[in-house]
């Protein structure tokens, strides 16, 4: 290749800066994106070196450490990367401990929306940002499905957050003409979800119930439902949105409800586990005060201006999940009975 073409190849190489780089999506997100030529920088927590650990992509990332609770530190990564996209991913993301500690929730999943908006517009202006959103801003509402137009309606201190960043976003296109996004996601999951979450937590209890690990597995509700999607695709979402000339909200979501006890039939019937009440142990901890059952996702603007549609169906997600954990549990497992 002559060294005319190559050093045009190289301009046209696009630097992404990601925060949350360490969590499921944040992980999912690097992946994909290195995968189609980007340089990505990831903001990180000084003390977060078990997820730094876990990032699969940590050795073909540059990591900068910094908080969104510190406007300075994210002023010095954005000057740092000088991105083309930024990806705000970070945020408390589980919901009951939102509301254990809703200041902190609210110091980084509202105001660190905005850090994110204000640093970009005076030092990249020209930068396409991604802000990630959530179902939890809907659900005070009885409208289902929920689409674009749908009147926010929060009931919890992440859903407050994440209507107060979606809010800010509007407010940056239309009054600085910033380029922001909002992806509004509704439940995606993945077998890199932590086992506090029901999903993972059904999926890992299960593959340890058919390795002679534990009994049962406490939840919740089972009759509560979710749109539950696959993670992956709602990352490959989230970089489409940034490919469009115009700056818009979009929902993503498959648009089906399955409930908690369909995942956990589903899941034993994947690992070879009899399903029967004696499974399940309930807590009242995962008791939540508000059904969540009506929140359905109406994604026909991302099909139509995204050309995304969920590809991942509900049986194929629980079996991704459960396989992928069975094989945790049988290396457990060995590894228990090697110390005996």
């Not at 050093?7 to 046209?12: E, K, S």
């Not at 000088?82 to 200041?103: G, H």
């Not at 105001?111 to 991604?130: D, N």
């Amino acid at each position: 290749m002559r060294p005319r073409i190559v050093a045009q190849l190289v301009l046209m190489v696009k630097t992404a800066f990601i925060t949350g780089i360490t969590g499921q999506d944040g992980s999912y997100l690097s992946e994909l994106l290195l995968s189609k030529r980007y340089e990505v920088f990831g903001l990180v927590l000084e003390s977060d070196t078990d997820g730094v650990k876990r990032l699969p992509t940590k050795d073909d990332v540059t990591l900068i450490t910094g908080d969104l609770a510190d406007a300075a530190s994210v002023r010095c990564a954005i000057k740092e990367c000088e991105p083309d996209e930024i990806y705000n991913l970070a945020a408390p993301t589980f919901v009951p401990s939102s509301m254990k500690d809703p200041a902190t929730t609210t110091q980084i999943g509202a105001l660190g929306a905005v850090r994110i908006m204000a640093a970009a517009k005076e030092i990249v202006p020209r930068a396409r940002i991604f802000q990630a959103s959530s179902s939890e801003i809907y659900a005070g509402t009885r409208i289902s499905p929920q689409n674009e137009k749908t009147p926010m309606a929060p009931i919890t201190p992440y859903g407050f957050a994440k209507a107060f960043a979606t809010s800010a976003s509007a407010y940056f296109r239309k009054s600085f003409d910033t380029s922001v996004s909002c992806g509004i996601f509704y439940n995606h999951e993945s077998p890199r979800r932590p086992p506090t979450f029901v999903t993972r937590k059904i999926t890992l209890g299960v593959a340890r119930i058919a390795h002679g690990l534990q009994r049962n597995i406490e939840l919740g509700n089972l009759r509560s439902k979710r749109d539950w999607g696959h993670a992956p695709e709602y990352m490959d979402a989230a970089w489409r949105m940034l490919q469009q000339k115009k700056p818009e909200d979009y929902i993503i979501a498959t648009g089906e409800l399955h409930s908690v006890r369909e995942f956990l039939e589903e899941a034993c019937r994947i690992a070879g586990v009899n399903y029967s009440a004696k499974l399940v142990k309930t807590n009242k901890e995962f008791l939540r005060s508000a059904d969540y059952s009506h929140l359905r996702g109406d994604a026909r603007k991302a099909k139509k201006k995204l050309g995304w549609t969920p590809k991942t169906k509900f049986k194929e997600l629980v079996r991704i999940m459960v396989e992928s954990d069975m094989e945790l549990a049988k290396k457990e497992a060995k590894a228990r009975r090697k110390d005996r």
